[in-house]
C-alpha cells in the first residue's frame, strides 16, 4: 500500500510539493498601519477574491491569535513584541504548509516586522501598509478606542499614546484612506501576480 | 472585480469553503508516545500518504515547533506544558485553514493533551497513542539520549525520571514496537475513513 522508495524517517512532503498541488506558491502578506486603517477589512478582501481563485488562505489577525496562541500576553510593549514574534512563527508554518497567509496587526516596531521578515526566505514576506492619517483613523474610530485612549483609559494605544513606526521600504504602499476597497484590493493582486504567487487570468 | 454581495468586514472564507475546495475534512491528529515510540516517523509516513491522496497536510514536531514558536521556552515541566499549549492553538489554526494538522510530541500529561482536545471543536482532535515499551523504546535510543537520561546528564526525562501518562480513551492505538510501519499507516488511514476525513478509494 505504501511506496517502497520512500525514506520515512525523514519528512518527505515539503512546500514545494504542496504548492504544486494547490497550484499557486504560498507566500506571507503582512498587512500593517494603524488601528482603523483597514487592514482587517482589506486582509479579508483579498482572501475572499483569492478562495475565489481556488487559493488556499488564512487569515491572521487579533481575532483568532488573541484568544488562543496569545492568551496569555498583554499589551505592554515587551508582550506586544511576543505577540509578533509568535504571529511570524505561525505564519511560517502556515506558509510552510503552502498557505497564503494575510496578517492583520497594527505591529508598529519596525524592529519586530523586520525581525519577522528575516524569519522566512528573502522574497516571502511581503509588508503592506495600509496609509491612513491618524485623523481619519481616528474619525472612523469603530470600537471606540480612539476615544478612550484620549481619555487616558487605554495605555500604550497606537498613534495617541505609543508610537507608529511607518515601513520604509514596505513592497506594497495602500492609501486605505483614499482608496475604495475593491482598487485596494487590486492593487494587493496586482502584487502577488508580479510576484509570481498566484497566477492571475483576465484583466487584473 | 469584486462580488458586490461580500459583507467585507468579516471574514467570509471559513473553514467549511476551504474544506470544499480541498474535497476533505480537515482534523488534529494528535501523535502522542514516548521517545523512540516512532510518533514523527509515522506522522511522516502517514503525511506521504495523504499527500498522494491530494489531501492538504503538516507536521508539528520538534523540529520545526521547538526552534520556532517555542523556541524561547525550556524543557522543565511549565515550559513543556506551554510549549504543548501553542502547538495546540497552531494546530487549531492550521486545522481552521483546512489542513490535516498531524503532531508529534511526546506531551507526556493527560490533563495537557485533554486541554488541547477541549480547544478544538468535539470531534476534531484524534488521540492517537504510539504504543511501545519503554524498553523497545530505550533499546532503540536513535538520538542517544536514553543513554544520556539513565547517566543522570538529562533531567525530565520522559520515562526515565519523568512520568508518561498513557491515554485512557485515545481515538487510536497503535502498537509501534511490534506493527510494521506500513500497517501502523494503515491503521491511521482506516480511522481517517471511518470518521470521514477523507474518502478512501480502493482497498483502505
Avoid at 482589506?42 to 489577525?61: G, I, K, S, W, Y
Avoid at 497564503?100 to 511581503?126: C, K, M, Q, W
Amino acid at each position: 500500500m505504501t511506496s517502497p522508495n520512500i525514506v520515512w524517517h525523514h519528512a518527505t512532503v515539503n512546500r514545494e510539493r504542496r504548492e504544486k498541488l494547490n497550484g499557486h506558491k504560498s507566500v506571507v502578506l503582512w498587512f500593517t498601519g494603524l488601528s482603523g486603517a483597514g487592514k482587517s477589512t482589506l486582509a479579508h478582501a483579498v482572501e475572499e477574491e483569492l478562495h475565489q481563485r481556488n487559493c488556499r488562505t488564512f487569515v491572521l489577525d487579533g481575532d483568532n491569535v488573541r484568544h488562543g496562541l496569545s492568551s496569555n500576553l498583554g499589551f505592554g510593549e515587551t508582550d506586544r513584541r511576543e505577540n509578533i514574534r509568535r504571529v511570524g512563527e505561525a505564519a511560517k508554518l502556515m506558509m510552510e504548509a503552502g498557505v497564503i497567509v494575510l496578517t492583520a496587526f497594527i505591529s508598529p516596531y519596525r524592529a519586530d516586522r523586520e525581525a519577522v521578515r528575516n524569519l522566512l526566505p528573502h522574497g516571502d514576506f511581503l509588508e503592506i501598509w495600509c496609509r491612513a492619517s491618524l485623523e481619519v483613523c481616528e474619525a472612523r474610530d469603530v470600537k471606540g478606542l480612539y476615544k478612550r485612549a484620549r481619555a487616558g483609559e487605554i495605555k500604550n494605544y497606537t498613534g495617541i499614546n505609543s508610537p507608529y513606526e511607518a515601513p520604509e521600504k514596505p513592497e506594497l504602499v495602500v492609501d486605505t484612506g483614499e482608496l475604495s476597497l475593491e482598487d485596494s484590493v487590486a492593487s494587493v493582486l496586482r502584487l502577488l501576480k508580479e510576484r509570481g504567487i498566484v497566477a492571475a487570468p483576465g484583466n487584473l
